[in-house]
């Protein structure tokens, strides 16, 4: 096989990996909803299995941040989705919501490695001129899981029940893992021991990478803290059916896919920074229009989708170049910068997700007052990198 060829091949493996943590939270989400009926508990407590799974991540993430420091990392990548197999198959069997819970926190810690190890692979796989196209491919590819899982999801839950979501989750898995080991020499390694970085407290002593960070995961965070509660609020107050969260969703991944598409080009043309920060205003903008159609208790599914669509457009302009500019601006460390990133990212979605949780119930406006809040701290954060590129 020639190069070019086993790179690809590698790379939709590392894509995949990534991809099946992410479906972790969205191939469930369809289900939400109708737990309370199948396992007891209340929505506001439903709503903690999306919160345990992210939690689960971001304890994963740091952890395997660090163990890919020390060991091969291809190797804990093949462990790590070993074990997410075991406990997708542990949380089909749950007897009850309680021990859901637990089981998505596990779910969730062993899903995390992919999003940790998949940066170093990229830089390794590409030369340094089309790495960032690279991360830029994998990006849009990730985007398609929040459109497309929900849709399966749903899809999993009309001809069975909200088991079969965990199985297929298992299947795929163990079909992921053994592919990676059937191609494990050909992953790259790093050439040299890291030596930049002593450990993340070193990195979070960079105000460059602070910045980058902090305003990537309130952005994302933002988004995400919307879409976790989406659900429930559009089947319970708003009176909506979940397909019609289905629909928001794709409207809202084809906007970012397309913008995200245009941001290395909108970055070579007007610079990074500023390309960062006219997306990062977009956001909040738009979630202050939502704000204000919730207050007047507006339900119009025709009105909602052009202002979530706002919203991840402004998210795609600023998301992979900012990703992006936080790796490189840990100066060699990348799968610890990774692991700092999308850890911030989960802390932010899991706590927006934890406080509005007693209100799911009021209404559209507490999820968009919390969304509009963490946008515009992801502008605040931007503030030091004034004098900055």
């Known amino acids: 096989m020639s190069t070019a060829p086993k790179t690809s091949l590698l790379f939709v493996l590392i894509a995949s990996g990534t991809v099946l943590g992410i479906a972790g939270t969205d191939l469930v989400l369809p289900a939400i909803p109708s737990l309370p009926l199948q396992l007891g508990g209340t929505v506001e407590i439903a709503q903690l299995v999306l919160a345990a799974y992210v939690f689960g991540t971001l304890v994963g993430l740091l952890i395997f941040g660090e163990l890919g420091a020390r060991f091969d990392s291809c190797m804990l990548l093949v462990a790590s989705l070993a074990l997410f197999g075991v406990a997708s198959l542990a949380a089909a069997a749950s007897p009850s919501i309680e021990w859901l819970i637990v089981l998505r926190f596990t779910q969730g810690a062993f899903g995390s490695a992919p999003a940790v190890f998949a940066p170093g692979f990229i830089q390794g796989l590409y030369p340094q001129d089309k790495a ?53 020499a050909y992953f790259p390694r790093p050439a040299q021991k890291l030596q930049s970085h002593s450990g993340y ?8 990478f602070v910045s980058y960070a902090s305003s990537q995961a309130l952005s994302l965070g933002a988004l995400l803290v919307f879409v976790f509660g989406a659900p429930a609020v559009l089947t319970g107050p708003l009176d909506k059916e979940i397909r019609d969260f289905v629909i928001l969703q794709v409207f809202g991944i084809v906007a970012f896919i397309l913008a995200a598409n245009s941001s290395a080009w909108l970055a ?51 998301g992979p170049i900012g990703f992006h500019r936080a790796i490189i601006a840990a100066r060699g460390d990348p799968s610890r910068a990774a692991a700092i990133v999308v850890a911030a990212i989960l802390s932010v979605a899991t706590f927006g997700t934890v406080v509005v949780a007693p209100y799911i119930l009021v209404g559209l406006w507490p999820l968009t007052i919390a969304s509009a809040i963490f946008s515009a701290l992801a502008m605040v954060s931007l503030t030091p990198l004034r004098n900055s590129n």
Do not use: D, H
């Open 201 to 208: 407290l070193a990195i979070l002593k960079n105000i460059e």
């Open 132 to 184: 960032a196209s690279a991360m830029g491919r994998l990006g849009s590819i990730e985007s398609l899981a929040p459109a497309l899982a929900p849709i399966a999801g749903a899809y999993l839950l009309e001809i069975g029940s909200w088991k079969l979501s965990f199985l297929i989750l298992a299947l795929l898995a163990a079909l992921v893992g053994a592919a990676i080991l059937w191609q494990q």
């Open 268 to 318: 070579m043309k007007f610079g990074t920074l500023r390309t960062i920060r006219a997306g990062t205003t977009i956001m909040p903008v738009a979630f202050l229009a939502i704000l204000i159609y919730a207050l007047a208790e507006g339900k119009n599914l025709y009105v909602l989708v052009p202002m979530w669509v706002v919203v991840n457009f402004g998210f795609g302009i600023r």
